[in-house]
């Protein structure tokens, strides 16, 4: 099983700041990586697939980078819309598909 | 505009069974892969089990195995999970999914409560 790992678990950020965040893999999953926004109460929204592919409807903002066992998502300039939870997840090898355990963006 | 939308969900006895299903829209559902992701309260979001596009091919996460299983209606449109044994663990919102490019479309989710 890949075990994924995102760090960190909370990030405070001010509107208008970069925000970075990091998923690793514990093995090579190519690019076969996807990033996911989650809203309380809400279903997570595919946001990047392929490590580097925006969903359609995605904002330029976003963007994601990476291949093998390192990842980024990174926000270039947060709006109020995105403080959320991050998830990644791999599909490269499965089953099972495995997902990191989240990254928290709160009002800094 | 791709719709998924679940129901089903409710409070059920520990080693008691449910049946969630989910009715697609907007899209030919025989052409997709689906899939079924649980979040239990206040945790991450874990992948359940995963179906082809014509029902031939199931996959599961250990924890449900002989427990659960996925199925699909393509007539109907429509996603099914049949859950027994049930535990106290298996407590979450269940969300189906397309499998595409990850998973990139979702319903909102039904909650499923074990407790006695």
């Known amino acids: 099983e890949v075990v994924m790992s995102q760090s960190p678990a909370t990030l405070s950020v001010s509107p208008g700041e970069r925000a970075i965040f990091s998923c690793r893999a514990s093995q090579s999953i190519a690019n076969n990586l996807a990033w996911y926004q989650q809203k309380p109460g809400q279903a997570p929204r595919l946001l990047i697939y392929?490590?580097?592919t925006r969903a359609t409807g995605i904002p330029a903002r976003f963007s994601g980078s990476g291949s093998g066992t390192e990842f980024t998502l990174t926000i270039s300039s947060l709006q109020s819309e995105d403080f959320a939870v991050y998830h990644c997840?791999?599909?490269?090898?499965?089953?099972?598909?495995?997902f990191g355990q989240g990254t928290k963006v709160e009002i800094k | 505009e791709v719709q998924l939308v679940e129901s089903g969900g409710g409070l059920v006895q520990p080693g008691g069974s449910r049946r969630v299903s989910c009715a697609a829209s907007?899209?030919?559902?025989?052409?997709?892969?689906m899939g079924w992701v649980r979040q239990a309260p206040g945790k991450g979001l874990e992948w359940v089990a995963n179906i082809n596009k014509d029902g031939s091919e199931k996959f599961y996460v250990d924890s449900v195995k002989g427990r659960f299983t996925i199925s699909r209606d393509n007539a109907k449109n429509s996603l099914y999970l049949q859950m027994s044994s049930l535990r106290v663990e298996d407590t979450a919102v269940y969300y189906c999914?397309?499998?595409?490019?990850?998973?990139?479309?979702w319903g909102q989710g039904t909650l499923v409560t074990v407790s006695p």
């Open positions: 392929g490590a580097s």
């Open positions: 997840q791999q599909y490269n090898k499965w089953p099972p598909w495995t």
């Open positions: 999914a397309r499998d595409w490019n990850g998973l990139d479309h």
């Open positions: 907007g899209f030919i559902f025989g052409s997709f892969y």
